[in-house]
């Protein structure tokens, strides 16, 4: 397993921008599937996105589709998830995973970090 660690969340405006990075220790981060969670209270986990270790295939949730984008640079190690054109609905605790498997499940990713908020104001 890796230790995750979430950050760049807080306040923005409906319509703004806002970058999320994780960064991973350990050297095997190359290794893993990367993916961002988000959750509100009540309710499940929802999968925003997913990136493959070596980066050259991602795959992102139809609500975020287009307005956000997943990257990582394995030489440096954060990844990112870029986030453009949010919408209140965005409004979450957004939560970077790791796994050896992928998919779109919360169950398969077996590392997580602590969560960072993000908040989109109409």
């Known amino acids: 397993q890796v230790q995750l660690v979430e950050s760049g969340g807080g306040l923005v405006q409906a319509g703004g921008s806002l970058r999320l990075s994780c960064t991973a220790s350990?050297?095997?981060?190359?290794?893993?599937?990367m993916a961002w969670f988000r959750q509100t209270p009540g309710k499940e986990r929802e999968f925003v996105a997913r990136?493959?270790?070596?980066?050259?295939?991602?795959y992102h949730a139809d609500s975020v589709k287009g307005r956000f984008t997943i990257s990582r640079d394995n030489a440096k190690n954060p990844e990112y998830l870029q986030m453009n054109s949010v919408k209140p609905e965005d409004t979450a605790v957004y939560y970077c995973?790791?796994?050896?498997?992928?998919?779109?499940?919360?169950?398969?990713?077996?590392?997580w970090g602590q969560g960072t908020q993000v908040t989109v104001s109409s």
């Open positions: 995973a790791a796994g050896r498997y992928g998919g779109s499940s919360w169950s398969t990713y077996g590392s």
């Open positions: 350990g050297r095997t981060f190359s290794t893993y599937t």
């Open positions: 990136i493959s270790p070596s980066g050259a295939s991602t």
